[in-house]
Nanobody, 121 residues
Framework: QVQLVESGGGLVQAGGSLRLSCAASRSSFSFNTMGWYRQAPGNQRELVATVTSGGNINYADSVKGRFTISRDNAKNMVSLQMNSLKPEDTAVYYC???????????????WGQGTLVTVSS
């Protein structure tokens, strides 16, 4: 089994920046897609940004131009640099990754425990 551990959440004023990091508990895993999702109170979990092992990146429209996702395949880490934060970015941010299990012939996914980001106005 592998776990994802997030860090970097906290309280920041609108217009400020935060950097989230996510590290896998086992470096031997080969993840396909890694990314970040968020869930605000009363809302469904939504995609923020993802990056494949090949470097293809996808952003939610709401964060384009403000957030930057990066990945270190050797360390099995993914980070999210968040700039120009807005109060509507307030949410619990979750790290996510998927990996192929040959025995099952399918992809499985793993989630981090979540880290709270609060943006004050």
């Amino acid at each position: 089994q592998v776990q994802l551990v997030e860090s970097g959440g906290g309280l920041v004023q609108a217009g400020g920046s935060l950097r989230l990091s996510c590290a896998a508990s086992r470096s031997s895993f080969s993840f396909n897609t890694m990314g970040w999702y968020r869930q605000a109170p009363g809302n469904q979990r939504e995609l923020v940004a993802t990056v494949t092992s090949g470097g293809n990146i996808n952003y939610a429209d709401s964060v384009k131009g403000r957030f930057t996702i990066s990945r270190d395949n050797a360390k099995n880490m993914v980070s999210l640099q968040m700039n120009s934060l807005k109060p509507e970015d307030t949410a619990v941010y979750y790290c996510n990754a998927d990996y192929f299990v040959a025995l099952l012939r399918r992809y499985l996914e793993v989630w981090g425990q979540g880290t709270l980001v609060t943006v004050s106005s």
